[in-house]
C-alpha cells in the first residue's frame, strides 16, 4: 500500500511538471514572437522546449513540448499547422536527445555539461 502511494505521488509530481512545461511553452511561443518577412515568425518556445528537456523525462518533454506548441498554434489563429507542429516539435526532442547523447563526450561537454 505504501508502494503505491510512493508510486501514485511521483505520477502526480510527473504530471504537474508537464502541464506546467506545457503552459511555459504555449505562452513563450504565443508571447515573444518576432515577425520574420517570408516564414512566419520566431519565438522562444524553442528554447522552452530544450529546457523541458533538460528537466524532464523523454515521455514529458514529448507531450509539453507537441501539445504545448500545437495549442499555441491553434490560439495565434493556426489551427491548420497544428498537426503538423505536434509532430514537428515530438522530433524536436528525439534530436536534442540524440544530440545530447551523442555529443557530451569529453570533446563537446561544454555545451551539454549540465544535461547529465
Not at 40 to 64: E, Q, T
Amino acid at each position: 500500500m505504501n508502494e503505491r502511494k510512493i508510486r501514485n505521488q511521483k505520477n502526480s509530481t510527473l504530471n504537474t511538471y508537464c502541464s506546467y512545461d506545457k503552459a511555459v511553452i504555449t505562452t513563450t511561443t504565443m508571447i515573444v514572437k518576432i515577425p520574420v518577412p517570408l516564414y512566419g515568425y520566431m519565438n522562444l518556445g524553442d528554447a522552452m522546449i530544450m529546457l523541458s528537456v533538460i528537466l524532464l523525462p523523454v515521455r514529458g518533454a514529448l507531450f509539453a513540448a507537441g501539445v504545448g506548441s500545437a495549442i499555441a498554434d491553434i490560439f495565434l489563429g493556426y489551427p491548420q499547422y497544428a498537426l503538423f507542429t505536434l509532430f514537428i516539435k515530438a522530433f524536436e526532442v528525439v534530436i536534442i536527445l540524440l544530440l545530447k547523447r551523442f555529443l557530451s563526450t569529453k570533446k563537446y561537454a561544454v555545451p551539454f555539461s549540465s544535461l547529465d
